[in-house]
């Protein structure tokens, strides 16, 4: 994934932008950037690794490097940004959040006529950024290159572009798969993707841009370049797992979705009406905990945390290059509460299984504990698909999936053809998926939230919706 925030303003604004930035650290693992203009220096720019150390650690020197009535950020789970671009529309910084699927055609497509070139970086990959950029450049304003790039790309592309007189351009991708929020202040503007970042930093909001909306903000003003268009597509992941629990999309809060999601789960579990009691609901942290809490309270069982994840110096289980370094660093953050595991029957609710490879290390930590046995609840429905508009769920291969390779080895390929069976935990081959899982990775039973009830829980239109990685539907 990625987010990014942006500010104009009547005054120096490269703390709002630092901060509001740093907001956006969830979303993303690899680089961290900032590009800031100021009438005296002009347009200037600092990218960091943030791999293993945090944004505000690697920019905490920016103030006395960096300064700017206008700024952006970018947090990036891939590549290097927001990048400087001196081309015919002028020199502008500019930073992009999606995924462009169809790269390498845009990219021949690009070279065969241009006479152009693109920066190569390690193994030869071009910097997605700077693609879009090179789409833009090819028409003559920001609002027809913005919208020839997006018609282009196969994928998504959300845009904030800093132009050289301090101006903001900001564009949400075509089908609004990610959200891009507009905040308002005495002082001027903010632009970011999670609403609490511009809520903290004392903005309110002004306006949501819709589907492929296009805008040009100044500390003054915002000005409408394109109008949204009318279908809509948003990832419902982004309130199932990686959206903040106080960001709101849509009008829809994250933590309260997550909340009534759970309680939908609890609804009809027969885990509730059989002999053997639980204990404890518990959630997997972090965002399986309010799945969890919304569970506890439908079922009347208490909710309780039998482990707690050490964070104060291993924050991140992924800061190794190395798989196996970072299994220890996973195993080692979980820290137990043993009254709360021995002897007790306990179901966890976790906010997806996407590989289930960590997962099935938490379960066993909580057989080796004395856990008398694990039950275990997805928050949303199995994921068949990996993702084509986003970073989120993206694999190398579909088979990294675990529900995949569960199918795979009932029925080989063959089985692909029923998927919406395998999805259903009511049909024959449904439970047979759930059965293999539970096998493999020691639950006592288990159970995923159906499409029809997340779709209910975050309570928007079916249609403004995607659901691909679940459904398989565009």
């Not at 841009?209 to 419902?236: F, N, S």
């Not at 675990?402 to 439970?431: H, P, Q, S």
């Not at 899982?437 to 995923?448: G, P, V």
Request: hydrophobic share 35%.
């Amino acid at each position: 994934m990625g987010g990014f925030f942006g500010a104009t303003s009547k005054h120096d604004c490269l703390a709002d932008v630092f901060f509001g930035t740093d907001f956006h650290s969830h979303l993303g693992t690899r680089r961290g950037g900032m590009a800031a203009y100021d009438q005296e220096i002009g347009l200037q720019r600092e990218i960091h690794n943030i791999e293993n150390s945090p944004f505000r650690t690697k920019f905490e020197h920016v103030f006395d490097e960096m300064k700017g009535t206008s700024a952006i950020g970018c947090i990036s789970d891939s590549d290097p940004q927001p990048l400087l671009i001196h081309s015919n529309l002028g020199t502008y910084a500019i930073c992009m959040v999606g995924a462009i699927t169809n790269a390498k055609a845009l990219i021949k497509q690009y070279l065969s006529f241009s006479g152009g070139h693109f920066t190569a970086m390690t193994g030869g990959l071009i910097n997605a950024t700077e693609l879009v950029a090179a789409l833009i450049d090819q028409k003559s304003s920001f609002v027809e290159g913005i919208q020839f790039a997006q018609r282009e790309i196969e994928g998504s592309a959300s845009l904030l572009i800093l132009k050289d007189d301090g101006t903001l351009i900001a564009a949400r991708d075509r089908l609004g798969r990610l959200p891009v929020l507009i905040g308002k202040r005495e002082d001027g503007y903010c632009v970011c993707f999670e609403s609490f970042a511009s809520m903290k930093l004392g903005y309110s909001l002004e306006k949501e841009l819709g589907p492929g909306e296009i805008v040009e903000i100044t500390a003054d003003e915002v000005r409408q370049l394109a109008a949204p268009g009318k279908e809509m597509r948003i990832c419902a992941f982004l309130w199932s797992y990686y959206g903040y629990p106080t960001s709101t999309y849509e009008g829809i809060n994250v933590e309260v979705m997550r909340c009534r999601n759970g309680e939908i789960m609890a609804e009809n579990d027969p885990i509730l009406q059989s002999e053997d009691a639980l204990d404890f609901v518990c959630g997997v942290p972090d965002s399986g905990i309010p799945h969890a809490i919304g569970y506890a309270n439908q079922s009347h069982t208490p909710f309780a945390r039998p482990f707690i994840k050490y964070t104060p110096t291993w924050s991140r289980s992924f800061m190794s290059s190395k798989q196996q370094e970072r299994k220890k660093v996973a195993k080692m953050k979980l820290i137990p509460v043993h009254d709360l595991i021995q002897d007790k029957n306990l179901l966890f609710v976790d906010d997806s299984i996407v590989r289930g490879t960590q997962l099935k290390e938490t379960v066993e930590f909580l057989y080796d504990n004395g856990a008398k046995s694990v039950h275990m609840r997805s928050a949303c429905p199995p994921i068949m698909y990996g993702c084509k508009y986003l970073t989120f769920s993206r694999n190398n291969n579909d088979m990294d999936l675990i529900a995949r390779r569960v199918i795979v080895e009932l029925e080989g390929e063959e089985g692909f053809k029923y998927m919406d069976e395998y999805a259903d935990g009511t049909t024959e081959r449904g439970k047979k998926l759930r059965q293999t899982i539970c096998d493999k990775f020691k639950f006592a039973s288990l159970e995923f939230q159906s499409l029809e009830g997340i779709i209910q829980a975050i309570g928007m239109e079916p249609c403004k919706l995607c659901t691909y990685c679940w459904s398989g539907k565009e």
